[in-house]
């Protein structure tokens, strides 16, 4: 369709689109070994000890090295990999680093995804890691000519590597070879993990994962590529010095003349960045755009386009086409809600909308919160373009709201962040607080900073900003700003951190309250000299000490010896014969509430609602369901293996999506898979109790039952014939 921009390759329509809206990037180097295409138009280009980062018009420069390759997350963030083999991850172009260490001998071949890295060392020391995690597993590659791989659940992995010899596909604990005569010079998995793209000098082949060797398809090529990658799940690109060319399943190409220019695959399509030009964008078309745009369509969504174009020219024509597609005008406006969603072109957007509004309209009952919904997506995308992120629909979804604003958050587009904040009606404070933040590091003079005047969000927090002001040296306003914060126990916990023992005792002091007098006693130096110091003249924090506190410190006869209380002393020797034991789990009990209390602070600065869980159980659950590994990490020392492990059921076992990461738990921690094979056949799972029933230690009887549960009958027979037990095996028969 040359009017449309659409190419057929075998029997699919595909169209390549400009984000119009979106700024044209400044001019760059376009060597893919210098230059990395990031996710939205990000560019990264390496040169002259320097990393250049491109969105849009806006360009940042940092200071950086020996750099053998960069990455740039959908977050924000990106990752820089050393020729010396260690890599540094960057929270956004304007902060500090972290930085890990793969190994110290060079890289000889890498790769990096959104979902880790995979390096070969000098020495041949394959290793893959997600970011800021140890390496999963190590091999020996000492050919390897290029990488691929994919990041599976629960920290596996699977590594496809080009060698000298063919292609070595590498799991955590497997290594498998696949012969081939010429290795390839490139390797690329398709995002679904069901392809390897093999890329050759003369050749490109495309062949399943489980037979690298037997390609399904080849295409012979003339010109040299310089750069590959794959367009969703369907095409490979390749471009050269003509352009683009897109392979698909069979001889058929198709060809675009995007000279200079960079490739990135997503899931969704291909993202192209040219110099001095705005993004484009390769696709399939959707069948709802396909319905309503092609020439001579005769779908109900075109008619009620045909209708909105007569009603504009108020004609009785646009009644007589309603009525022709009464029956269908749902579908019709489904389609039209779909198909604007995914349009780059905003006039075209608004028409189609204003036909779903037509139909909207004419239905006597529709559901408009689709509509409403896409129109609200359609104007954030309009803005985020605008600002220089090349953004689709489909990706707009596939990442949550907290997401976006993160996003916008790393590049400080605070205004734009609080603007679609306040659109979508949802909390501003994160925005606010990190506007903050970054007032405070900057060289303007407190007076010149506006926080105070700015902030006036419930959502504040004062604690994180007095932190930060306090670590850039602002000690006035960090006194203004901690003074603020109305929670006790935050100001402690961070004077605490600070290392301001005497601010700490006297806050704590001031505000009376027994959780803060009780965890500034228990962080108080251990020397008595110290302690009597910080703890004199502060009668609060004094009385708590004296009437709860002390036995769990076991020096106050030395205070009371210190004051000279002839009284106290009498009491305490009268009661000298204290039980150690009941001391230490009063220790115990009082570390773990400490604990506690900390975790449901740090939840409810994240906007959590923890104030109505009933019980510390339930705390455990709500981490558990947010991330299991977390909750592991945090609950390990308060509750027993055996609660956790019950916890993990009730949460994950409840949800399908989550039974997989359960079984992985379960046998990694070896849990009772006698209670596992109980609990779900109690909700009919049975297809889960048989996994866990295979796993468990049931003997006689009880195992031959448990088979019948689970609708093993054949199972049953057989172990029934084994035990002898001829009354079970008669009712199997007979069932």
């Keep these: 369709m040359q009017s449309l921009n659409w190419d057929n390759l075998d029997g699919v329509w595909y169209r390549v689109r400009l984000f119009d809206d979106t700024p044209p990037l400044s001019n760059f180097n376009c060597d893919p070994d210098q230059t990395t295409l990031g996710p939205f138009g990000y560019v990264a280009t390496s040169a002259n000890n320097k990393l250049t980062l491109l969105l849009g018009s806006s360009e940042i420069s940092i200071p950086c090295q020996y750099v053998y390759s960069t990455h740039i997350l959908k977050n924000g963030k990106f990752v820089i990999l050393t020729q010396k083999g260690s890599y540094r991850i960057y929270d956004d172009p304007y902060s500090g680093f972290n930085e890990f260490t793969l190994f110290t001998d060079g890289i000889q071949v890498a790769s990096l995804t959104d979902s880790g890295i995979v390096a070969v060392s000098l020495n041949g020391t394959l290793v893959c890691c997600r970011y800021g995690e140890k390496p999963q597993f190590s091999h020996t590659v000492p050919d390897a000519l290029a990488l691929s791989f994919m990041a599976l659940p629960n920290n596996n992995f699977i590594v496809y590597a080009a060698t000298t010899s063919g292609i070595s596909v590498f799991t955590n604990d497997s290594v498998s070879n696949y012969s081939l005569t010429i290795p390839p010079i490139s390797i690329e998995l398709s995002p679904n993990g069901k392809l390897l793209a093999l890329l050759y000098t003369d050749k490109l082949q495309i062949s399943p994962v489980g037979s690298p060797n037997s390609p399904l398809i080849s295409h012979t090529l003339i010109l040299q590529t310089r750069q590959i990658a794959w367009c969703a799940n369907d095409l490979v690109g390749l471009t050269n010095e003509s352009g683009l060319d897109l392979y698909g399943p069979s001889e058929t190409t198709l060809h675009y003349d995007f000279v200079n220019s960079l490739i990135r695959t997503e899931n969704d399509g291909l993202l192209i960045a040219s110099p001095q030009f705005s993004p484009s964008f390769v696709s399939k078309v959707p069948e709802s755009n396909q319905r309503i745009l092609l020439l001579g369509s005769t779908a109900p969504a075109a008619i009620l386009m045909d209708a909105l174009e007569a009603a504009d020219q108020k004609l009785p024509k646009s009644t007589h086409l309603l009525s022709m597609i009464s029956e269908k005008l749902s579908t019709a406006t489904d389609d039209c809600i779909s198909a604007a969603c995914d349009e780059f072109d905003t006039d075209l957007q608004k028409k189609l909308l204003r036909a779903a509004k037509l139909g909207m309209n004419t239905l006597p009952y529709y559901d408009p919160s689709d509509f409403v919904s896409a129109c609200d997506f359609t104007r954030v995308l309009y803005n985020l373009r605008t600002e220089g992120l090349a953004i689709t629909y489909s990706e707009f979804l596939d990442y949550s709201f907290d997401f976006i604003i993160d996003l916008l958050l790393s590049q400080r587009k605070h205004y734009l962040a609080f603007r679609i904040c306040e659109f979508l009606n949802q909390p501003n404070f994160k925005v606010l607080n990190h506007w903050a933040e970054c007032k405070i590091k900057s060289q303007l003079p407190d007076s010149q900073l506006g926080i105070m005047e700015k902030l006036v969000s419930p959502g504040i927090d004062w604690f994180r900003l007095a932190k930060v002001a306090y670590t850039e040296g602002r000690t006035d306003l960090f006194e203004q700003l901690i003074a603020l914060e109305s929670d006790s126990f935050k100001k402690v916990t961070l004077l605490?951190?600070?290392?301001?023992?005497?601010?700490?005792?006297?806050?704590?002091?001031?505000?009376?309250?027994?959780?803060?007098?009780?965890?500034?006693?228990?962080?108080?130096?251990?020397?008595?000299?110290?302690?009597?110091?910080?703890?004199?003249?502060?009668?609060?924090?004094?009385?708590?000490?004296?009437?709860?506190?002390?036995?769990?410190?076991?020096?106050?006869?030395?205070?009371?010896?210190?004051?000279?209380?002839?009284?106290?002393l009498a009491i305490i020797n009268q009661s000298s014969a204290l039980n150690f034991k009941q001391l230490d789990s009063l220790k115990k009990i009082f570390k773990d509430e400490v604990k506690l209390k900390t975790i449901k602070r740090e939840l409810e600065t994240e906007g959590l609602d923890v104030s109505n869980l009933g019980s510390n159980i339930d705390l455990l659950k709500l981490i558990i369901k947010r991330s299991l590994t977390q909750a592991i990490k945090l609950f390990t020392e308060i509750f027993s293996k055996e609660e956790i492990e019950i916890a993990a059921l009730n949460v994950l076992g409840s949800e399908p999506s989550k039974f997989e990461e359960l079984y992985q738990f379960a046998i990694k921690n070896n849990v009772d898979f006698k209670s596992y094979t109980r609990w779900f056949l109690e909700r009919n799972e049975k297809k889960q109790a048989e996994r866990y029933l295979k796993l468990s230690n049931f003997t006689g009887r009880e195992k031959i039952k448990m088979l019948i549960l689970c609708d093993l009958k054949h199972d049953a027979a057989i172990e029934a014939e084994k035990n002898g037990d001829l009354e079970l095996l008669q009712q199997i028969h007979s069932a």
């Excluded at 006297?506 to 962080?523: E, K, W, Y």
């Excluded at 004199?536 to 205070?559: A, C, R, T, W």
């Design 496 to 568: 605490y951190e600070l290392d301001n023992l005497p601010t700490m005792v006297a806050n704590s002091d001031r505000d009376g309250q027994l959780d803060p007098i009780l965890f500034t006693l228990f962080h108080l130096p251990e020397s008595q000299v110290e302690f009597f110091k910080l703890i004199n003249n502060h009668q609060n924090v004094i009385g708590v000490y004296k009437e709860l506190y002390s036995p769990l410190m076991g020096n106050l006869e030395d205070f009371m010896y210190q004051d000279d209380d002839k009284f106290g």
